[in-house]
């Protein structure tokens, strides 16, 4: 028997939008609206895509202090969580005791005194919740927002969109965010932020206020609405990594290429789960594989799971994404291989019904990512 | 002659004991767009039931089956070229290939138009 799957606020919507409803992370999710994937894809490229992503798991930490609930959360994740300045926002990782990755997460310091505003994946939820509040200590809760939504905008034209309705969205940095009134919809958190290589805005808000902002947005000739296949090749061609195919419990984040999100100071003096591993990998001869973008020769897609040979054609790793990339135009995929295959320019073959398919290494994104720094 | 319906989403007009294969417009609608089409050589012997082309979206690859036995004669290389005409013209110019019947026989339990609009519930 299978589980009842969830509804977001936005169900009735999407349904009336004629959205081909699908089952994601146990919810009932739109995967694409009838143009299809390749026209919601380019139509985020250039000009504004609204996405209903209320699946994520939302949560607060709380604490007596934010200092407080910065120092809780760093004994989960590598990242630099006390520096946030306020009203800042950090991508990381919550880390096993052995390196691998949890899940992927975005951690703000909350306009709220003591508190972190997190959002987490769909499809963990659940046990990072659990994760979560069983290693906080005693004075610090988590605080699930189950009855909130999450929508975002996302595209060059994002930002003239909402200006139109509150005009200091400009003022928000990349990785911030900002409490503001838009249309009629009071105190909605929005971040400068996304998961389409694109510049755009995340809006978590309440369910009946998602309703209503939905629709005026959707009102605005530069918007459409996008599904979740489309933000799949969205987020392949910007290089973003999916949880469950290019990061898991087996992943670290230094495999992962997500060095970057680990400040110097936690590189050195850890106090995260996972941080014997991570030195290692960081040391001269400790990172054995790696993750990195592929590009197929030709027009047939790779899909996950397809093996990778090196030039002499012995096994040296997986295609964890791959596809179609709309705006490349052509088949991408991403992958870890021996790090001795790594470097941008190595030759290799991907292995799809049993055609070894030559392709090569290129660098991460596929797609210029724009954000807005 | 009339056209004919599998339940495995191919639409297949017999002209001369060679049979023209295609996917239904239903099918290429659950597809979604169409990025790629892998076709047979040309001389490959099929099976009924058995993978003779592949389809790849956005999304995900799906095979295509041979309807009937026989032999690859032809295939239309103008959708490997513009994978798009799967969704424009499914059941029309986006013909994959032509299969010389060897088992003519097959044909008999395939539905007709009425039955495979009912099969797919329109």
Redesign the interface.
């Known amino acids: 028997m299978s589980e009842t799957t969830l509804r977001t606020p936005l169900y009735d919507a999407h349904v009336g939008l004629k959205a081909r409803m699908v089952p994601f992370a146990g919810y009932d999710m739109p995967v694409q609206y009838p143009t299809g994937i390749l026209t919601e894809h380019t139509w985020t490229r250039e000009h504004a895509g609204l996405f209903d992503v209320s699946h994520m798991g939302q949560c607060f930490i709380v604490a007596e202090s934010f200092e407080r609930a910065a120092e809780a959360m760093e004994a989960l994740v590598p990242a630099d969580i006390r520096g946030l300045a306020p009203l800042q926002q950090r991508y990381s990782q919550l880390l096993a005791d052995d390196g691998g990755i949890l899940d992927d997460l975005m951690i703000s310091r909350s306009a709220y005194p003591g508190r972190l505003y997190v959002v987490v994946n769909a499809g963990r939820k659940e046990q990072d919740y659990a994760h979560i509040a069983a290693k906080l200590p005693k004075d610090v809760k988590l605080e699930r927002l189950d009855g909130e939504a999450l929508i975002a905008l996302q595209g060059p034209e994002a930002e003239a969109v909402l200006a139109a309705l509150n005009p200091e969205v400009r003022n928000i940095g990349f990785m911030y965010f900002k409490l503001l009134d838009l249309a009629g919809c009071k105190d909605v958190h929005v971040s400068r932020s996304g998961y389409t290589g694109e510049d755009g805005f995340e809006l978590s808000l309440s369910a009946a206020d998602a309703v209503k902002l939905w629709n005026v947005l959707l009102k605005d000739e530069r918007v459409k609405p996008i599904g979740l296949g489309a933000r799949d090749s969205l987020r392949l061609e910007g290089g973003l990594c999916l949880y469950g195919h290019d990061i898991d419990e087996t992943t670290s984040p230094i495999e992962a290429g997500l060095t970057w999100s680990i400040s110097k100071p936690r590189r050195e003096q850890g106090g995260f789960p996972g941080h014997t591993r991570i030195k290692n990998e960081l040391s001269n001869g400790g990172l054995k594989r790696m993750r990195v973008g592929i590009k197929p020769e030709g027009r047939l897609p790779a899909r996950e799971g397809s093996i990778i040979q090196n030039a002499a054609g012995r096994e040296i790793g997986k295609v964890t994404s791959g596809g179609f990339g709309p705006t490349v135009n052509g088949p991408i995929a991403m992958g870890y291989v021996d790090i001795a295959h790594a470097a941008p320019g190595t030759p290799l073959f991907l292995l799809v019904r049993d055609k070894a398919i030559p392709a090569s290494v290129v660098k991460l994104p596929f797609v210029p990512n724009r954000f807005k720094r | 002659m009339s056209v004919k319906f599998t339940e495995e989403h191919e639409w297949i007009t017999v002209e001369g004991g060679v049979a023209t294969v295609g996917i239904t417009t239903h099918a290429a609608e659950q597809l979604?767009?169409v990025?790629?089409v892998?076709l047979p050589a040309i001389g490959k012997k099929v099976e009924k039931g058995k993978e003779a082309a592949?389809v790849?979206?956005?999304?995900?690859?799906s095979e295509v089956y041979a309807p009937i036995d026989g032999e690859i004669v032809a295939v239309n290389t103008a959708i490997a070229d513009e994978p798009s005409l799967v969704?424009s013209d499914a059941e029309g110019g986006a013909w994959f290939m032509k299969i010389k019947i060897a088992n003519p026989s097959q044909l008999d339990s395939m539905m007709d138009r009425a039955a495979y609009d009912k099969f797919v519930g329109k």
């Open positions: 979604g767009d990025v790629f892998d592949v790849e979206s956005v999304k995900a690859a969704n």
